[in-house]
């Protein structure tokens, strides 16, 4: 099992940062690609990016391109997901989530553990 937990959500208003976090535990972090996803009210969870288990692969949905960038640290078993030039459509609670790297594709297939999520609302 590996747990997952987020933080770094809150209020913040148009235009501005936010620096999310999620910290791993209860398997060999570097064993995991990982992903936030996003889940607005009255919509579907989506995708907004993704790192392999290096660090060496990103991807980002297109509408956080050049605003939002995931990192991660294998010593400190932790991701994160640097978020700028917010928007109030970025509204959403976000979640982190992990996959085995030996489980397929880095562009596809499930994740196999989630977080319980981080709010974030972007309002003047």
């Known amino acids: 099992q590996v747990q997952l937990v987020e933080s770094g959500g809150g209020l913040v208003q148009p235009g501005g940062s936010l620096r999310l976090s999620c910290a791993a535990s209860g398997r060999t972090f570097s064993n995991y690609h990982m992903g936030w996803f996003r889940q607005a009210p009255g919509k579907e969870r989506e995708f907004v990016a993704r790192i392999s288990w290096n660090g060496g692969l990103t991807a980002y949905t297109d509408s956080v391109k050049g605003r939002f960038t995931i990192s991660r640290d294998n010593a400190k078993n932790t991701v994160f997901l640097q978020m700028n030039s917010l928007k109030p459509e970025d509204t959403a609670v976000y979640y982190c989530?992990?996959?085995?790297?030996?489980?397929?594709?880095?562009?596809?297939?499930?994740?196999?553990?989630w977080g319980q999520g981080t709010q974030v609302t972007v309002s003047s």
């Open positions: 989530a992990a996959k085995s790297r030996n489980s397929g594709s880095f562009n596809s297939g499930a994740y196999d553990y």
